[in-house]
């Protein structure tokens, strides 16, 4: 079975941006675990509670065909953490889907994996893309070889049906 690993903030993640995804991506045979800052429960910014399954020292990148970082203003942990900045390189570099949705885009531009990549992300992160050196589009969801970036949650139902096809392509 494939499977596709979310790294989630441990609180405040987008609950449409968790939900929406996970469930097309299992409703299409993937297995999705979910990864934070801490294991256990984890609740989003409209109380939806979700369980991380492991931290992200845990993740080993062989066991997983793609990797996608949830939004939401909680996402912010992840900004500078050497952890999560290494996940995105390492699945980005093996050719493995790497995606990120709302402000979450943000940790994608400050792995480095955006240089000369189009990619969206919600509003308040476009500096920070542009500076990672990302073409900003606007787009509500942008498609550039193995980066699928999505930018908030009304493209979270596009944003898991990219993920799909790209796992399965």
């Given at each position: 079975m494939k499977s596709i690993v979310f790294i989630t903030a441990p609180a405040v993640f987008r609950d449409e941006e968790y939900a929406k995804p996970k469930k097309i991506l299992e409703d299409g045979g993937i297995q999705v675990v979910t990864a934070s800052v801490k294991k256990g429960e984890i609740t989003g910014k409209y109380g939806l509670k979700a369980v991380s399954d492991m931290t992200l020292e845990e993740i080993k990148p062989d066991n997983f065909d793609a990797i996608a970082y949830i939004g939401g203003g909680g996402s912010s942990v992840f900004f500078e953490?050497?952890?999560?900045?290494?996940?995105?390189?390492?699945?980005?570099?093996?050719?493995?889907?790497?995606?990120?949705?709302c402000i979450a885009g943000t940790i994608l531009a400050n792995s480095g994996i955006l240089k000369g990549k189009k990619a969206t992300v919600f509003i308040d992160g476009k500096y920070a893309l542009e500076k990672g050196g990302a073409e900003?589009?606007?787009?509500?969801?942008?498609?550039?070889?193995?980066?699928?970036?999505?930018?908030?949650?009304?493209?979270?139902?596009?944003?898991?049906k990219a993920i799909l096809k790209a796992i399965n392509s």
């Open positions: 953490d050497p952890n999560a900045l290494k996940l995105a390189n390492e699945f980005y570099h093996n050719g493995k889907p790497t995606a990120a949705i900003y589009t606007g787009k509500p969801l942008e498609i550039d070889g193995s980066i699928i970036t999505a930018n908030g949650p009304e493209a979270a139902e596009e944003f898991g």
